[in-house]
């Protein structure tokens, strides 16, 4: 089970880092992707990363701005954002596909890709 957290309000041009953790499992051999979901629109693509964390990947709209880590000895993913916008209001999911010999994940980060998923975590970036 994924469980995100660190999410909430923040003002234009602030930051804040959302985390994935895993409940009863190990996220080791894992590509670990966050989506994120405004009302209204598709569940998006925002990052992703690689099981050994040496391969991300980072929609246009965020590039620059967030950043995605992982730390396996902790069984933990985050996504570092920074210069937040309003445009980044949305609900932040967090998922996971076993794929220990993916060395490239750009391809892989599409929301077809990835069978589980947390429930995700609600980040709003207003005045």
């Not at 602030?14 to 051999?29: K, M, P, Q, R, Y």
């Amino acid at each position: 089970q994924l469980v995100e957290s660190g999410g909430g309000l923040v003002q234009p041009g602030g930051s804040l880092i959302v985390s994935c953790a895993a409940s009863g499992g190990n996220l080791d051999h894992y590509v670990i992707g966050w989506f994120r979901q405004s009302p209204g629109k598709e569940r998006d693509g925002v990052s992703c990363v690689s099981s050994s964390g040496i391969s991300t990947y980072y929609a246009e709209s965020v590039t620059g701005r967030f950043t995605v880590t992982r730390d396996n000895d902790n069984n933990k993913v985050y996504l570092q954002m920074n210069r937040l916008k309003p445009e980044d209001t949305a609900v932040y999911f967090c998922a996971a596909e076993f794929a220990p010999f993916i060395t490239t994940v750009r391809n892989m980060c599409q929301e077809t890709k990835f069978t589980s998923w947390g429930q995700g975590t609600q980040v709003t970036v207003s005045l």
